[in-house]
């Protein structure tokens, strides 16, 4: 499973990277984290608020960070 977090590293993105890898841990997955901080690399995800996650390519959530439990659900 590849989870990517798209944001250029500010405060929030920071802390969705920490909520996403705890979810991830918490629910014994393998995978892989990647922060995506090239401005043209979110926008080719159609990403236009900041931060965002995606889980295999796929865009969960846009422009806020959701909790880890919400995450957990969406790694499902």
């Known amino acids: 499973m590849k989870i990517q977090i798209l944001g250029t590293g500010c405060p929030?993105?920071?802390k969705l990277a920490e909520n996403a890898e705890a979810a991830a841990k918490e629910?014994?997955?393998?995978?892989?984290l990647e922060k995506v901080t090239d401005i043209n690399q979110i926008m080719k995800f159609g990403v236009?608020?900041?931060p965002a996650l995606a889980v295999d390519g796929n865009v969960?959530?846009?422009g806020r960070v959701p909790s880890s439990d919400?995450?957990?659900?969406m790694l499902k």
Not at 27 to 32: A, D, H, N, Q, T
Not at 70 to 73: M, S, T, V, W
């Open 12 to 14: 929030k993105c920071k």
């Open 27 to 32: 629910l014994g997955l393998s995978f892989e």
């Open 48 to 50: 236009m608020m900041t």
């Open 60 to 62: 969960k959530v846009v």
């Open 70 to 73: 919400e995450i957990k659900a």
